[in-house]
């Protein structure tokens, strides 16, 4: 049933995400266009919010402060994706994401509460690739009291990780937590986060990190701009009249209206990571969609409206891929825990198929080869030993601290006094998983891994444990008992969508602009093409985008193109 509405507004912006939120902000506090967000879920913030808020955008504020900024970076940052994204993603796209990336960044800075700092070391993902940087050029949000927020607080989007009040954990600290006791530093960082915990509480603030951070700072600078956020609003179709994008339908309390725009619309909808028929129509198999961290409406709505628009699409197949410990109703994205000293993974044959600490996209590239090869990697398993389970905190457990009951029941991990006993719980041939680890304890020794080359990137070493030696990333496993734990192809949202220029216009196969249609973030086809520049390369493109369609639209009078 339709609802009379005649309601009309200069943009409408789709989903209240970080592209959408970025979006919207940029075309009413810059522009000073009349704007509404129109958002699914109950919840602002996505898959933004549930992130670590890290943000790669080379030469921004922050890195600038922290002395982070070479004088020759913005080649460097050029010639960096010229190398890992290549002819995938028109050079342009890539260049301009680059040259207004630190203009969008001061942008929030003078608009919303969000202030960045560089997080220390954190590597680029390839950084031994051409222009690469080992010392990172990530940022991450400043904790900050989120009180201002008031009720509207209660409509964050649900956590990744649920944490009590005030628990806040940067990245920065995340790196140090997770080697336990090994270092001095992992007892004074938790020190410091439970005392921070106590004074917070103790001055009723309500503190917030990380994507939550980054999510809340981005509201409160719609509220300032007096956008809208119409939350339960979900995007149904597009109306196009004569080749131009006029309006949404969208759907609220089983009503449907339409909502006419006088300069466009602005995708900013997220992924289809939780919409399992797109995901087996257009990715590699094996697949789950309860294997995905991602936003919980991300069903792909705005990537399916812009296709009936006339819209191209390019890398459906792809994703934010991620080694993922598929624990039941909340899958585990594993990081830290499969680069330090003491672990390896292995396939149905128990063999090693790939170095173990390689950024997260390209893991699940190693993984997803199985299938061509006939030795599923699906699921592989995570091997270590009670030393390493003793040293370094796993999947938000303490060091020591006994896994729960449900994840052995539910086949997630496997333990056993011997490797033979192991072999034989999870499946594979035994003398395979014996010659393995002896292969795989003799790299330890040398400190050459000498099948995949572990430890040798700047990037192997963020997580690895800097009191082994002679190669911080790997250790013998040899102390019983020993445990596999489940790993499988899970992502943190897809990264294919709608094919977009530059300017963040929706394009038809022919390369036209759809007049009217813009789309950023994970709607839209990425910017880093099959790879992962550093962390923070999703939500750095997803904002720049954001902000260039609102200028875009600001800047083509009512009818152009
Ligand atoms: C655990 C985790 C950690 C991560 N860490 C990082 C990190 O540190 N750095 C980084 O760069 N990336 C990180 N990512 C990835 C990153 O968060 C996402 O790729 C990025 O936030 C996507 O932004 P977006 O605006 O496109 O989508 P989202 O932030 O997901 O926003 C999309 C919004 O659109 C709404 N929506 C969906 N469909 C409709 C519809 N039909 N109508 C109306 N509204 C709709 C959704 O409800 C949502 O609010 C992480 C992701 C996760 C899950």
Not at 167 to 186: H, P
Not at 225 to 239: D, R
Not at 360 to 386: C, M, N, R
Not at 497 to 516: C, F, M, Y
Request: hydrophobic share 40%; proline share 7%; net charge neutral.
């Amino acid at each position: 049933m339709e609802r009379a509405s005649g309601r009309e507004f200069d943009v409408v912006v789709v989903g209240a995400g970080g592209a959408g939120m970025t979006a919207a902000l940029a075309a009413a506090a810059r522009h000073g266009l009349s704007t509404v967000v129109v958002e699914k879920s109950a919840w602002f913030g996505g898959s933004t919010s549930r992130s670590g808020g890290g943000v790669w955008i080379p030469g921004n504020y922050a890195l600038r402060a922290a002395g982070q900024v070479d004088p020759d970076d913005d080649a460097r940052a050029k010639a960096y994706l010229d190398a890992i994204v290549g002819d995938v993603v028109p050079k342009v796209n890539r260049d301009t994401y680059l040259d207004r990336g630190p203009e969008v960044m001061d942008f929030l800075r003078a608009r919303t509460p969000v202030r960045f700092t560089w997080v220390p070391d954190y590597a680029d993902y390839q950084p031994e690739r051409p222009g690469g940087r080992a010392a990172g050029r990530s940022v991450e949000p400043v904790p900050m009291d989120a009180r201002f927020l008031g009720e509207e607080l209660a409509r964050l989007h649900p956590p990744y990780t649920k944490a009590p009040a005030n628990l806040i954990v940067t990245q920065a600290d995340f790196r140090k937590i997770s080697l336990g006791m090994r270092t001095v530093t992992g007892p004074v960082t938790m020190l410091k986060v439970a005392f921070n915990r106590f004074l917070a509480g103790l001055r009723g603030r309500r503190m917030y990190a990380m994507g939550a951070a980054l999510a809340i700072g981005l509201r409160q600078g719609l509220i300032e701009a007096g956008v809208p956020v119409e939350y339960e609003t979900e995007l149904v179709s597009l109306v196009v009249e004569d080749g131009r994008v006029v309006g949404v339908v969208v759907g609220h309390d089983g009503l449907e209206e339409t909502i006419r725009v006088r300069r466009g619309v602005i995708l900013g909808s997220g992924g289809f990571e939780r919409n399992p028929e797109l995901r087996e129509k257009h990715q590699p198999l094996p697949l789950d969609p309860d294997w995905t961290t991602g936003g919980f409406a991300n069903t792909g709505g705005g990537i399916l409206a812009g296709i009936a628009a006339g819209a191209d699409t390019a890398l459906l197949d792809e994703a934010w891929w991620g080694p993922t410990i598929p624990l039941p109703g909340r899958p585990w994205f594993c990081l830290a825990e499969r680069n330090l000293p003491g672990s390896f993974i292995v396939n149905a044959a128990g063999r090693r198929f790939m170095n173990e600490a390689l950024p997260y996209v390209e893991a699940v590239h190693e993984i997803q080869k199985g299938e061509a090869t006939g030795v599923s990697h699906v699921p592989a398993w995570l091997v270590f030993d009670q030393r390493y389970r003793n040293r370094y905190l796993f999947a938000g457990l303490g060091p020591r601290q006994p896994f729960p009951g449900k994840w052995f029941e539910q086949g997630v991990v496997v333990k056993a006094s011997t490797l033979a006993g192991l072999a034989e719980r999870i499946g594979v041939p035994a003398d395979e998983l014996a010659a393995t680890t002896a292969r795989f304890n003799g790299f330890a020794e040398r400190g050459t891994d000498e099948d995949f080359h572990r430890g040798e990137s700047a990037y192997d070493k963020y997580y690895s444990d800097p009191t082994v030696s002679p190669n911080p990333s790997l250790h013998r496993v040899d102390q019983a008992p020993f445990y596999a734990v489940k790993l499988v192809p899970g992502d943190l949202g897809t990264k294919g969508g709608l094919v977009t220029d530059e300017r963040a216009r929706v394009l038809r196969p022919d390369g036209s602009p759809i007049a009217g249609l813009y789309a950023a973030g994970n709607t839209s086809a990425a910017v880093m093409g099959r790879t992962y520049a550093g962390p923070g390369a999703t939500i750095g493109p997803a904002m720049v985008f954001g902000y260039l369609a609102a200028e875009d639209l600001a800047s083509t009078p009512t009818g152009d193109s």
